[in-house]
């Protein structure tokens, strides 16, 4: 997106004036560890080069103004009422990191925000991560409050958790703060070390599968999964006194699974455990260039968060399932959250048309909608523009 139309667009709702500055903060995508966040475990997301850019400019006065290109909804905040929520709009993501601000002692300065973003709504590629970071770290130049940038990630997770209300882990705010080009982040959501790993694969590429069946009633059944997870821990520490339900490998669960009494409560634990040594697997086979193995961990993880952990459904299983037909695709697995959204594969770059020509009718045919498919590019986390 050009910044020169956005400061146009801007300026054609607030006046003119002084120039605004422009940010930008990506989407990311999860190539795999899924739900392990909140469990402190591994991830391996990676920023995308779509995202939400924020133009901003001081006003005069005491209030928050906000707009967006993406939806009708718009806010005009004084000081007084920031700590209120506005139903389910969009705007409590920009609401919920000034609330954090303010939490940490930020005195406040009245600005008008424009935000555009491009990620598409709803498909699990994280744009309310974007949306967050992108006013956190636009807040934090703009006010001179130099928070680093753990920090400010750690304001987005608050904003979400705490205003917004979805009990999300900190992976997306983590890759959307951190992302670097090329490179995928393997991160230890507890102790928030990390290192990039390089995703250059030559001959293949990392293709987004977007369902477009939108993630409905996702927050509460998150919510619950992270309630399911609490409880299967607290039956494991009856075997040894976990931190995390990460700190279980595979077999000593599979030895110990049945002090959790529920089933199902069972099964949310096998998959995060099991999930877990699946990212270190996939780290180890991206190192060393194995695709083969890459893919087959990232299959294996689809299934078992369409078995165990239940977050798939039809259109997440539907593609996942027929992009496994295409030979070039070498692995595939739902991304995000799951109930909807978006799918992640790794797919000869010869064999993309095929993908997109064969799973596109395939999953019409099931379900009645129409895919999206886009090539990804890595790209940087969050900064400034212009
Ligand atoms: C959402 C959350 C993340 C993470 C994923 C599932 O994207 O925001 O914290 O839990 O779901 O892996």
């Known amino acids: 997106m050009e910044t020169a139309s956005l400061k146009k667009e801007f300026q054609s709702r607030y ?6 500055a422009v940010y930008f ?6 190539i795999i560890g899924e739900h392990t966040d909140y469990n402190g475990g591994f991830v391996l ?20 103004r906000f707009a967006t290109s993406n939806f009708k909804y718009t806010a005009d905040v004084p000081f007084a009422e920031l700590g209120i929520k506005q139903g389910s709009e969009w705007v409590n993501y920009p609401l919920g990191v000034i609330d954090q601000f303010v939490k940490r002692g930020v005195s406040l300065q009245g600005f008008d925000m424009f935000f555009s973003g491009d990620i598409p709504n709803g498909a699990g590629l994280s744009s309310s991560a974007s949306i967050e970071l992108v006013t956190a770290v636009a807040l934090d130049e703009m006010l001179k409050t130099s928070i680093n940038r753990i920090e400010l990630i750690k304001i987005g997770r608050a904003a979400e958790n705490q205003f917004v209300g979805m009990n999300c882990g900190i992976m997306d705010q983590f890759a959307v703060g951190m992302g670097k080009a090329s490179s995928a982040i393997f991160l230890n959501c507890r102790t928030l070390d990390y290192e990039l790993v390089p995703v250059e694969m030559e001959g293949y590429s990392i293709v987004i599968m ?15 999964r992270v309630k399911e997870c609490a409880s299967a821990l607290e039956s494991l520490r009856k075997v040894r006194p976990l931190v995390d339900l990460s700190d279980m490998s595979i077999g000593e669960f599979l030895e110990n699974e049945q002090v959790i009494p529920d089933k199902t409560v069972r099964s949310r634990a096998r998959h995060v455990i099991s999930e877990n040594g699946r990212v270190l697997d996939a780290v180890t086979a991206m190192k060393s260039g194995d695709l083969g193995t890459l893919g087959k961990l990232m299959n294996a993880s689809h299934e078992s968060l369409r078995i165990d952990y239940e ?13 496994w037909k295409i030979d070039g695709v070498i692995g595939a697995r739902m991304t995000g959250a799951g109930f909807g959204g978006c799918a992640v594969a790794i797919v000869e770059n010869e064999s993309i048309d095929e993908l997109i020509a064969c799973v596109g009718p395939a999953y019409h045919a099931t379900t009645g909608l129409s895919a999206d498919f886009y090539v990804a590019t890595v790209g940087n986390g969050a900064g400034r523009l212009a």
């Open 45 to 64: 997301p990676c920023a995308i080069s779509f995202g939400t850019y924020l133009v901003i400019r001081p006003n005069a006065e005491n209030r928050m």
């Open 25 to 30: 903060a990506p989407g990311r995508v999860n």
């Open 210 to 224: 977007n369902t477009n069946k939108r993630r409905e009633l996702a927050d509460s059944k998150y919510n619950e």
């Open 15 to 20: 006046g003119a004036g002084a120039s605004p």
């Open 311 to 323: 977050v798939t459904g039809k259109e997440l299983d539907t593609i996942v399932h027929e992009a």
